[in-house]
Protein backbone atom coordinates (compact mmCIF):
# COMPACT_ATOMS: atom_id res chain seq x y z
CA UNK A 1 0.00 0.00 0.00
CA UNK A 2 1.22 3.67 -0.58
CA UNK A 3 1.37 6.29 2.02
CA UNK A 4 -0.34 9.72 1.36
CA UNK A 5 3.24 10.74 0.97
CA UNK A 6 4.88 8.23 -1.36
CA UNK A 7 1.83 8.65 -3.91
CA UNK A 8 3.09 10.52 -7.54
CA UNK A 9 -0.26 12.30 -7.62
CA UNK A 10 0.48 14.39 -4.60
CA UNK A 11 -1.24 17.93 -4.69
CA UNK A 12 1.17 20.24 -2.68
CA UNK A 13 -0.07 24.18 -1.44
CA UNK A 14 1.36 26.38 0.54
CA UNK A 15 -0.76 28.82 2.90
CA UNK A 16 -0.73 31.44 6.06
CA UNK A 17 -2.56 31.82 9.18
CA UNK A 18 -2.24 35.45 9.43
CA UNK A 19 -2.62 37.01 12.88
CA UNK A 20 -2.95 40.86 13.92
CA UNK A 21 -3.78 42.65 16.76
CA UNK A 22 -7.07 43.13 17.84
CA UNK A 23 -8.32 46.30 20.00
CA UNK A 24 -8.76 44.69 23.44
CA UNK A 25 -5.02 43.41 22.66
CA UNK A 26 -6.26 39.53 21.94
CA UNK A 27 -4.81 37.80 18.62
CA UNK A 28 -7.22 37.66 15.69
CA UNK A 29 -7.32 35.62 12.50
CA UNK A 30 -8.09 36.21 9.04
CA UNK A 31 -10.31 33.24 7.94
CA UNK A 32 -12.03 33.66 4.75
CA UNK A 33 -15.18 31.74 2.62
CA UNK A 34 -14.58 30.61 -0.80
CA UNK A 35 -17.89 30.47 -2.94
CA UNK A 36 -16.51 27.91 -4.81
CA UNK A 37 -17.39 25.39 -1.99
CA UNK A 38 -19.31 27.35 0.03
CA UNK A 39 -16.92 26.46 3.37
CA UNK A 40 -14.69 29.09 5.44
CA UNK A 41 -10.95 28.36 5.56
CA UNK A 42 -7.72 29.68 6.02
CA UNK A 43 -5.61 31.47 3.22
CA UNK A 44 -4.01 28.67 0.68
CA UNK A 45 -3.67 27.19 -2.82
CA UNK A 46 -1.68 25.12 -5.42
CA UNK A 47 2.53 25.54 -6.18
CA UNK A 48 3.19 26.80 -9.15
CA UNK A 49 6.18 25.64 -11.23
CA UNK A 50 9.20 25.58 -10.14
CA UNK A 51 7.72 27.21 -6.80
CA UNK A 52 9.12 26.90 -3.31
CA UNK A 53 6.68 26.40 -0.56
CA UNK A 54 7.34 29.63 1.61
CA UNK A 55 6.81 31.72 -1.75
CA UNK A 56 3.95 30.07 -2.47
CA UNK A 57 2.27 30.66 0.57
CA UNK A 58 2.89 34.66 0.45
CA UNK A 59 1.59 34.67 -3.00
CA UNK A 60 -1.75 32.64 -2.41
CA UNK A 61 -1.82 35.10 0.81
CA UNK A 62 -1.68 37.93 -1.16
CA UNK A 63 -4.12 37.17 -3.84
CA UNK A 64 -6.38 35.62 -1.34
CA UNK A 65 -6.87 38.54 1.00
CA UNK A 66 -5.03 41.34 -0.35
CA UNK A 67 -3.23 41.54 2.77
CA UNK A 68 0.47 42.19 3.11
CA UNK A 69 2.26 40.18 5.61
CA UNK A 70 5.87 39.30 7.33
CA UNK A 71 6.29 35.52 7.80
CA UNK A 72 6.82 33.99 10.97
CA UNK A 73 7.45 30.95 11.92
CA UNK A 74 7.06 27.69 10.49
CA UNK A 75 3.17 26.16 11.02
CA UNK A 76 1.93 22.67 11.14
CA UNK A 77 1.99 20.67 7.69
CA UNK A 78 -1.23 19.30 6.89
CA UNK A 79 -2.49 16.30 4.62
CA UNK A 80 -5.52 15.46 3.35
CA UNK A 81 -7.88 13.41 0.45
CA UNK A 82 -8.86 16.28 -2.34
CA UNK A 83 -10.90 15.14 -4.85
CA UNK A 84 -7.87 15.34 -7.38
CA UNK A 85 -5.78 13.28 -5.20
CA UNK A 86 -4.01 13.46 -1.99
CA UNK A 87 -3.42 16.70 -0.95
CA UNK A 88 -0.43 18.70 1.11
CA UNK A 89 -0.52 21.82 2.69
CA UNK A 90 2.29 23.66 3.87
CA UNK A 91 1.37 26.64 6.43
CA UNK A 92 3.45 29.91 7.92
CA UNK A 93 2.14 31.79 10.76
CA UNK A 94 2.40 35.52 9.56
CA UNK A 95 1.37 38.87 10.66
CA UNK A 96 -0.54 41.15 8.76
CA UNK A 97 1.54 44.67 8.58
CA UNK A 98 -0.95 46.16 5.50
CA UNK A 99 -3.03 45.80 2.24
CA UNK A 100 -6.89 45.56 2.32
CA UNK A 101 -9.60 42.71 1.51
CA UNK A 102 -11.25 42.98 -1.60
CA UNK A 103 -13.65 40.52 -2.93
CA UNK A 104 -12.76 38.71 -5.71
CA UNK A 105 -12.91 35.66 -7.93
CA UNK A 106 -11.74 32.85 -4.77
CA UNK A 107 -12.76 34.80 -1.51
CA UNK A 108 -15.71 36.64 -0.84
CA UNK A 109 -15.61 37.51 2.53
CA UNK A 110 -12.66 38.04 4.60
CA UNK A 111 -13.40 37.81 8.90
CA UNK A 112 -11.08 38.61 11.48
CA UNK A 113 -11.75 36.66 14.72
CA UNK A 114 -10.46 35.64 18.14
CA UNK A 115 -8.66 32.19 17.12
CA UNK A 116 -11.27 30.01 19.20
CA UNK A 117 -14.19 31.27 17.37
CA UNK A 118 -12.13 31.19 14.28
CA UNK A 119 -11.62 27.14 15.16
CA UNK A 120 -15.51 27.20 15.53
CA UNK A 121 -16.32 28.86 12.39
CA UNK A 122 -13.95 26.74 9.87
CA UNK A 123 -15.50 24.07 7.94
CA UNK A 124 -12.52 21.79 8.21
CA UNK A 125 -10.53 19.45 10.67
CA UNK A 126 -6.82 20.37 9.17
CA UNK A 127 -7.59 23.84 9.14
CA UNK A 128 -8.39 23.80 12.85
CA UNK A 129 -5.08 22.04 13.72
CA UNK A 130 -3.37 24.83 12.48
CA UNK A 131 -5.48 27.44 14.05
CA UNK A 132 -4.68 25.69 17.46
CA UNK A 133 -1.38 26.15 16.66
CA UNK A 134 -1.45 29.65 16.30
CA UNK A 135 -2.51 29.77 19.97
CA UNK A 136 0.17 28.33 21.22
CA UNK A 137 1.71 30.36 23.82
CA UNK A 138 5.31 28.04 24.08
CA UNK A 139 6.64 29.46 21.19
CA UNK A 140 7.06 33.04 19.25
CA UNK A 141 5.43 33.64 16.51
CA UNK A 142 7.75 35.54 14.45
CA UNK A 143 11.98 35.23 14.77
CA UNK A 144 14.13 38.28 15.60
CA UNK A 145 17.28 36.45 13.84
CA UNK A 146 17.72 34.87 10.39
CA UNK A 147 20.78 33.38 10.04
CA UNK A 148 22.37 33.22 6.99
CA UNK A 149 25.88 31.18 5.51
CA UNK A 150 27.69 32.93 2.97
CA UNK A 151 26.94 32.00 -0.39
CA UNK A 152 29.27 29.91 -2.51
CA UNK A 153 32.97 31.42 -3.05
CA UNK A 154 34.90 28.90 -4.47
CA UNK A 155 37.17 26.60 -3.20
CA UNK A 156 39.81 28.21 -0.84
CA UNK A 157 42.72 26.96 -3.11
CA UNK A 158 42.13 27.95 -6.26
CA UNK A 159 42.14 31.98 -4.46
CA UNK A 160 45.37 33.90 -4.33
CA UNK A 161 45.07 36.37 -2.22
CA UNK A 162 43.63 36.85 1.33
CA UNK A 163 41.03 34.56 2.25
CA UNK A 164 39.13 37.71 3.69
CA UNK A 165 38.93 39.09 0.26
CA UNK A 166 37.47 35.47 -1.99
CA UNK A 167 34.52 36.79 -3.22
CA UNK A 168 31.57 34.44 -4.54
CA UNK A 169 31.47 33.05 -7.32
CA UNK A 170 28.64 32.72 -10.40
CA UNK A 171 26.90 30.30 -8.32
CA UNK A 172 27.22 32.52 -5.13
CA UNK A 173 26.17 35.57 -6.82
CA UNK A 174 22.51 33.38 -8.17
CA UNK A 175 22.09 32.45 -4.21
CA UNK A 176 22.18 36.08 -3.13
CA UNK A 177 19.85 37.05 -6.01
CA UNK A 178 17.44 34.42 -4.11
CA UNK A 179 18.10 35.36 -0.77
CA UNK A 180 17.47 39.09 -1.79
CA UNK A 181 13.97 38.14 -3.52
CA UNK A 182 12.75 36.40 -0.58
CA UNK A 183 13.98 37.10 2.54
CA UNK A 184 12.12 40.10 2.11
CA UNK A 185 9.31 38.22 3.22
CA UNK A 186 10.15 37.97 6.96
CA UNK A 187 10.37 42.30 7.08
CA UNK A 188 13.41 42.46 8.23
CA UNK A 189 14.96 45.82 9.82
CA UNK A 190 18.36 45.58 10.03
CA UNK A 191 21.34 43.60 7.82
CA UNK A 192 24.67 42.65 9.23
CA UNK A 193 27.48 41.01 8.34
CA UNK A 194 30.69 39.01 9.06
CA UNK A 195 34.00 40.90 7.92
CA UNK A 196 34.92 38.74 4.67
CA UNK A 197 33.78 40.33 1.66
CA UNK A 198 31.49 36.67 0.62
CA UNK A 199 29.52 37.92 3.88
CA UNK A 200 29.05 40.89 2.34
CA UNK A 201 28.59 40.27 -1.10
CA UNK A 202 25.78 37.71 0.26
CA UNK A 203 23.40 40.47 1.92
CA UNK A 204 24.68 43.57 -0.63
CA UNK A 205 21.51 42.39 -3.40
CA UNK A 206 18.98 42.22 -0.10
CA UNK A 207 20.60 45.58 0.96
CA UNK A 208 19.43 47.08 -2.17
CA UNK A 209 16.12 45.87 -2.44
CA UNK A 210 15.39 47.03 0.89
CA UNK A 211 17.29 50.16 0.83
CA UNK A 212 19.24 49.13 3.54
CA UNK A 213 22.87 49.42 4.94
CA UNK A 214 24.87 46.42 5.80
CA UNK A 215 26.59 46.69 8.91
CA UNK A 216 29.88 44.51 10.43
CA UNK A 217 29.64 41.97 13.59
CA UNK A 218 33.18 40.79 13.77
CA UNK A 219 32.27 39.18 16.77
CA UNK A 220 30.26 35.89 14.03
CA UNK A 221 33.05 36.12 11.68
CA UNK A 222 35.49 33.05 12.32
CA UNK A 223 38.05 34.72 13.27
CA UNK A 224 36.41 36.45 15.69
CA UNK A 225 34.35 33.67 17.10
CA UNK A 226 37.72 31.91 17.10
CA UNK A 227 38.83 34.71 19.33
CA UNK A 228 36.00 34.62 21.36
CA UNK A 229 33.44 32.65 20.97
CA UNK A 230 31.05 33.74 24.01
CA UNK A 231 30.90 36.76 22.48
CA UNK A 232 29.45 35.97 19.18
CA UNK A 233 26.95 33.70 21.04
CA UNK A 234 26.18 36.48 23.18
CA UNK A 235 25.35 39.06 20.58
CA UNK A 236 22.68 36.21 19.20
CA UNK A 237 21.35 36.18 22.48
CA UNK A 238 21.15 39.78 22.88
CA UNK A 239 19.47 40.08 19.69
CA UNK A 240 16.68 37.12 20.13
CA UNK A 241 15.84 38.79 23.36
CA UNK A 242 15.35 42.41 22.08
CA UNK A 243 11.24 42.75 22.49
CA UNK A 244 11.29 45.93 21.06
CA UNK A 245 12.61 45.05 17.51
CA UNK A 246 9.99 45.75 14.27
CA UNK A 247 11.34 42.72 12.86
CA UNK A 248 14.11 40.08 12.54
CA UNK A 249 18.07 40.90 11.96
CA UNK A 250 19.88 39.36 9.34
CA UNK A 251 23.00 37.82 10.29
CA UNK A 252 25.48 37.06 7.43
CA UNK A 253 28.44 34.11 8.75
CA UNK A 254 30.10 31.68 7.93
CA UNK A 255 30.37 28.01 8.60
CA UNK A 256 32.96 27.86 11.46
CA UNK A 257 30.31 30.16 13.45
CA UNK A 258 27.15 29.17 12.93
CA UNK A 259 27.01 25.14 13.74
CA UNK A 260 28.84 26.58 16.90
CA UNK A 261 26.13 28.84 17.74
CA UNK A 262 23.33 27.15 17.14
CA UNK A 263 24.55 24.09 19.26
CA UNK A 264 25.35 26.96 22.49
CA UNK A 265 21.41 28.57 22.35
CA UNK A 266 20.06 24.84 22.22
CA UNK A 267 19.67 23.46 18.71
CA UNK A 268 19.98 20.02 17.91
CA UNK A 269 19.33 19.17 14.59
CA UNK A 270 16.20 16.53 14.61
CA UNK A 271 16.50 16.26 18.29
CA UNK A 272 19.76 14.85 18.22
CA UNK A 273 20.69 14.95 21.70
CA UNK A 274 24.35 14.28 20.87
CA UNK A 275 27.43 15.34 18.94
CA UNK A 276 25.80 16.07 15.52
CA UNK A 277 26.14 19.66 14.91
CA UNK A 278 22.90 21.63 13.00
CA UNK A 279 23.91 21.85 9.09
CA UNK A 280 24.76 24.90 7.71
CA UNK A 281 24.94 25.08 3.57
CA UNK A 282 26.36 28.06 1.81
CA UNK A 283 23.57 29.83 1.22
CA UNK A 284 21.03 28.21 4.05
CA UNK A 285 18.80 30.27 6.32
CA UNK A 286 18.30 29.52 10.12
CA UNK A 287 15.24 31.90 10.99
CA UNK A 288 15.25 31.92 15.02
CA UNK A 289 12.86 32.93 17.69
CA UNK A 290 12.59 32.43 21.46
CA UNK A 291 15.54 32.29 23.85
CA UNK A 292 18.27 29.89 24.21
CA UNK A 293 17.12 26.44 25.31
CA UNK A 294 13.38 26.89 24.19
CA UNK A 295 14.59 28.70 20.34
CA UNK A 296 11.80 27.97 17.72
CA UNK A 297 14.82 27.21 14.60
CA UNK A 298 13.81 27.11 11.01
CA UNK A 299 16.14 25.65 8.51
CA UNK A 300 16.08 26.58 4.59
CA UNK A 301 18.30 24.93 3.16
CA UNK A 302 17.64 27.13 0.23
CA UNK A 303 14.65 28.52 -1.86
CA UNK A 304 14.54 26.24 -4.82
CA UNK A 305 11.48 24.32 -6.32
CA UNK A 306 9.66 21.85 -3.77
CA UNK A 307 10.09 18.10 -5.22
CA UNK A 308 6.81 17.95 -5.55
CA UNK A 309 5.67 21.12 -7.54
CA UNK A 310 5.00 21.07 -11.24
CA UNK A 311 7.82 20.95 -13.33
CA UNK A 312 9.56 24.77 -14.09
CA UNK A 313 12.48 27.33 -12.77
CA UNK A 314 12.16 29.83 -9.98
CA UNK A 315 13.54 32.91 -10.63
CA UNK A 316 14.53 35.19 -8.40
CA UNK A 317 11.90 37.99 -9.55
CA UNK A 318 9.24 35.09 -9.29
CA UNK A 319 10.35 34.42 -5.73
CA UNK A 320 9.63 37.73 -5.16
CA UNK A 321 6.32 38.17 -5.84
CA UNK A 322 3.71 38.51 -3.29
Known amino acids: MRTLAEDDRLIPAAGGVVWRTGDGGAVETAVVHRPKYDDWSLPKGKLDAGEHPLVAAVREVGEETGLQVAVGRRSVQTRYAHRLGPKRVDYWVMEAVGGAFAPNDEVDELRWLPVAEAVELVSHSHDRAVLEDLARTDAPRSPRVLLVRHASAGDRSDWEG???????????????????????????????????????QTLAPLARELGMTVGTVPEL?????????????????????????DGPVVICSQGGAIPAVLLALGVRWHGTAGALWPPSAKGSVWALGGRPGALVADYYRDFSADPAAPAGTLTPSAAGRS
Request: net charge negative; charged share 25%.
Open 221 to 245: GEEGFDADPQAGVELVTRLLADADA
Open 162 to 200: PDDQRPLDRRGRAQAATLAAVLPVFGPTRLLAAPPVRCG
